[in-house]
């Protein structure tokens, strides 16, 4: 499958912060690549530097093939990029912010008129066409923000934390719209400090912390990588919760106690019958007793567990 981004060993450096740190990338056409990390890993950075706005001081980058630092234009000519704040012209209506940038690109006034329509169509902004942006939502600016992005067509989307700050709603109809344009074939980056984010719209996730990749692979893979299942027990009767706890100890190893729980992290599913006939045993009456998969929250907490900058 061809690259639509390849990045080898990209290092930015900001005075005495280590903004990246040798980071690799690479990003299968008609895919969708999650970057996260919280806040200060160098998500920006890197979208800054894969879109040609910043230089790197390490490593390459090609987008479509084209280097970004040797042929910037080029790259530019084939990428959209929709920054972590909404950047439309709030006194301009819905329909001049993209008839404005069709113009740019030199498209004629009618088809200007097409494109804008057909855009503001498809983002639910229909209604809200001829309002001036300044009175759109948080939600509303973000699709504009989109839809401005798509003016020229992009082959390759860059999506700097799209959806930070929107409410749940807002935020499910632009996870929408993102994914009806993988639909039609655009490659996506998406930065996002949003587990949920990745694992619903990514194909691959990058975790950077720090500035430096900390873990990669598919959403499923992550969580059968770093996170373990969690075993729960809760007896009936609270009095047996330390016989409970022992039990739990001597089968997993280790265990806390929360609550009127006693909870374990355990390698898979295999011991819970081992479980089950050791507190049957001891003659302890369960309540409850579930093998939970780890969720992607706790696989970034655990991967990110240095502390993230605030
Ligand atoms: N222009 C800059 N000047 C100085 N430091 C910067 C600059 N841009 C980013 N940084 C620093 O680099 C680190 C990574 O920042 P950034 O890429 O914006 O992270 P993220 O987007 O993941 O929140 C942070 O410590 C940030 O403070
Ligand atoms: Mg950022």
């Known amino acids: 499958m061809t690259s639509a981004i390849q990045a080898e060993g990209l290092a930015k450096q900001f005075g005495e912060t280590k903004a990246l740190t040798s980071v690799d990338l690479q990003v299968p056409a008609g895919t969708v690549l999650g970057l996260l990390g919280p806040n200060g890993a160098g998500k920006t950075t890197a979208v800054r530097i894969l879109t040609t706005l910043l230089r790197p001081d390490a490593g390459r980058a090609l987008v479509m093939g084209h280097d970004v630092a040797k042929d910037p234009e080029r790259v530019r000519e084939i990428i959209g990029l929709t920054g972590q704040y909404a950047a439309v012209d709030e006194h301009l209506t819905g329909t001049e912010n993209l008839i404005f940038l069709a ?19 498809r983002f639910g902004l229909a209604d809200a066409a001829d309002r001036s942006a300044k009175t759109y939502s948080g939600g509303m600016r973000r699709r504009l923000d989109l839809a401005a992005c798509l003016v020229a067509e992009p082959q390759v989307i860059f999506l700097d934390e799209p959806t930070t700050g ?43 912390d720090h500035g430096s990749v900390v873990a990669q692979g598919t959403p499923q893979t992550l969580k059968r990588e770093f996170g373990r299942p969690t075993l729960e027990v809760r007896p009936v009767h609270h009095e047996q919760l330390d016989r409970v706890a022992d039990v739990v100890a001597d089968v997993a190893g280790e265990r806390t106690v929360e609550g009127r729980a006693v909870k374990t992290r355990v390698h898979d599913a295999t011991v819970l019958p081992a479980v089950v006939r050791r507190l049957d045993e001891a003659g302890i009456e369960v309540a409850e007793l579930s093998v939970r998969e780890p969720s992607l929250d706790e696989v970034f907490k655990q991967l990110t567990v240095t502390g993230a900058e605030v």
């Open 166 to 208: 929107l409410d749940p709603n807002a935020r499910d109809q632009l996870w929408e719209i993102i994914r009806d344009q993988v639909r039609r074939g655009s490659t996506v980056l998406l930065t996002t400090q949003y587990l949920e984010e990745a694992d619903q719209l990514a194909d691959d996730i990058v975790v950077i």
């Open 103 to 121: 113009r740019l690109l030199g498209f004629t006034r009618a088809r200007s008129r097409a494109v804008a329509a057909d855009l503001l169509e």
